[in-house]
């Protein structure tokens, strides 16, 4: 790999000086997935190198803007910044000894994920009391015939997991979007609940800002705490469709989004401004559309990204990796845009909400890739699994999917890796290569690095590992390889809580209650919320 790129090497402590400045700042973490939610800087977002120029131009969509990339003190920051500089960034940093100098610098490391959005999460609670209730409370309400509505606060994907048995699932944002469709009865009390803490406090205080009649509380704990409780979860559940809105709903919910934006101030800009912010390499600008993906999929604003309302609060980190930039949520009415702002404004971004009505503006010619160019690889050849089969002999095997996957089924004598790990490979150099994954994009970037290792031909497993059990061919199942240790793309970290595991239940809660006490004075004040403050509620 070509090392002339124009880096510069950024120490722990000049990093922790310009974390706490007004500066726009990119933190990138470019380990994988296991490695960061092992510990990691607090307003750092994951862009691992295996996904790198699949995920950079949603975290960061402006290529001027200062990045910092970080890793484990294995040079993978330097393979990653070539590649950034290929594709046209251009103010890129390397945090001197990756996570090793942050560390021995003395400065904050947290586990886990979206630490950012969770610790905003305690601090709404502790700074505006936000209602909660035990599973005690709530069961004992159910067998009194107590008129109570519970509420799942995550998304679909995540309440057919697992639920409390007879929620329903409304996403937090789309509760408030669609309440004149469901609250009828102002003595029915609503309980939100998500799998932990975070989304159902954040969807409980939303509900109390707009100042709803409703009695609203969290379930304590989520449904870990239910599990704790030692009631049973409900699994596999296809909750009812979204309720249905119509022109008056939508009308009353722009009156509320008003009265929201005005308490916090947050202004309301036109399509050209967002345009016009879009375009300014000075400063960088997020636009994100805050509606339901089929809504997003119907028609958006040219240029912008789906972040629906639930996760852009709960995981911003996932969608915003620049600190100090513009962040416009782009919604009909706004008030799903309106409510998520309040929060992001909390994490220190600069916010404005964008309302259209996007049936008026009718079809637009925004034609988009579902891969960036520059991961377009036309020389990368498809072999079928028959065609592997009759010559498996003659190629050298790299299974590039999850290592969770791989665990489960492999193809024998295939090797896993990942795009950090490949030239760690030891394969015979010349010998061609076929690459396993569901996932064509990811293989496509792992090509990049293999054709700096060997001149090999290079395949890709038409139809993945399913078409190669399709044809007979003889798969190794629950597999030890990689290791918990190899497997650096997946997150052990509590992770079978959620799974009969009270005790991994209970040592995440610990965690997510104690991320406030982890805090520094300076990353403290990162979060515009202050625990002495009155208890507004509108």
């Not at 120490?11 to 726009?24: C, G, P, S, W």
């Not at 003190?73 to 910044?81: H, T």
């Not at 290079?458 to 990689?482: C, K, Q, T, V």
Request: charged content about 25%; aromatic content about 8%; hydrophobic content about 40%.
């Amino acid at each position: 790999m070509s090392t002339c790129v124009t880096t510069k090497l950024i120490t722990a402590d000049e990093l922790k000086v310009r974390l706490t400045a007004r500066d726009e700042i990119a933190l990138l973490d470019v380990r994988e997935a296991g490695e960061f939610g092992e510990g990691h800087m607090l307003f750092a977002s994951n862009c691992p190198y295996s996904r790198l120029e699949l995920d950079i131009t949603k975290l960061v969509p402006n290529r001027h803007a200062f990045c910092v990339l970080c890793d484990g003190n294995d040079g993978v920051a330097d393979r990653a910044a070539v590649r950034l500089n290929a594709i046209g960034y251009e103010n890129i940093n390397i945090l001197d000894q990756g996570m090793t100098g942050w560390k021995e610098a003395g400065f904050s490391v947290f586990k886990g994920i979206n630490v950012p959005s969770k610790i905003l999460g305690e601090l709404i609670e502790k700074a505006e009391r936000t209602p909660r209730i035990t599973p005690d409370t709530l069961s004992s309400w159910q067998e009194e015939g107590r008129s109570v509505m519970v509420i799942d606060g995550r998304p679909f994907s995540e309440h057919a997991k697992f639920t409390l048995p007879g929620s329903r699932c409304i996403p937090n944002g789309e509760f408030l979007y669609r309440k004149d469709s469901l609250l009828n009865d102002p003595e029915l009390t609503i309980v939100i609940h998500c799998a932990g803490r975070t989304r159902g406090l954040v969807g409980v205080q939303s509900l109390i800002d707009a100042s709803i009649d409703n009695p609203v509380f969290a379930l304590e704990n989520g449904t870990q705490g239910w599990a704790l409780s030692g009631r049973e979860l409900a699994r596999g559940q296809v909750s009812e469709p979204l309720p249905e809105v119509n022109a008056d709903i939508i009308k009353q919910g722009a009156m509320t989004a008003e009265r929201l934006a005005a308490l916090h101030d947050i202004p309301f800009i036109g399509a050209d401004t967002a345009r016009q912010w879009f375009h300014d390499k000075r400063k960088t600008t997020y636009l994100l559309d805050v509606r339901t993906s089929e809504e997003f999929e119907t028609r958006h604003f040219p240029g912008s990204v789906h972040a629906p309302a639930v996760q852009i609060v709960q995981a911003t980190d996932e969608w915003i990796a620049v600190r100090n930039s513009r962040v416009v949520l782009i919604d009909d009415n706004g008030l799903r845009a309106t409510s998520a702002a309040s929060r992001l404004k909390r994490l220190g971004y600069s916010v404005a909400v964008m309302r259209t009505e996007f049936e008026a503006l009718g079809a637009w010619d925004t034609p988009e890739k579902s891969l960036p160019e520059f991961c377009e690889f036309p020389n990368m050849k498809e072999i079928s699994a028959a065609q592997l089969k009759a010559n498996k002999d003659q190629f050298n095997i790299i299974d590039v999917r999850p290592s969770s996957q791989y665990r489960e089924k492999c193809i024998p004598g295939s090797s896993w890796s990942i795009r950090p790990k490949l030239d760690q490979l030891d394969f015979e150099r010349g010998a061609n290569v076929v690459l396993i994954s569901d996932n064509p994009s990811i293989a496509n970037l792992a090509v990049l690095d293999l054709q700096e290792a060997t001149s090999a031909d290079m395949y890709f497993l038409a139809g993945g590992i399913e078409s190669w059990g399709e044809i007979g061919g003889e798969l190794e199942l629950d597999s030890n390889r990689p290791s918990v240790e190899e497997s650096i793309d997946y997150l052990y970290f509590v992770h079978d809580r959620h799974y009969g595991n009270m005790e991994s239940a209970r040592q995440y809660i610990a965690w997510e209650i104690g991320l406030i006490d982890q805090l520094d004075n300076d990353e403290r004040q990162l979060f515009q919320i202050s625990l002495e403050e009155e208890v507004t509620h509108g």
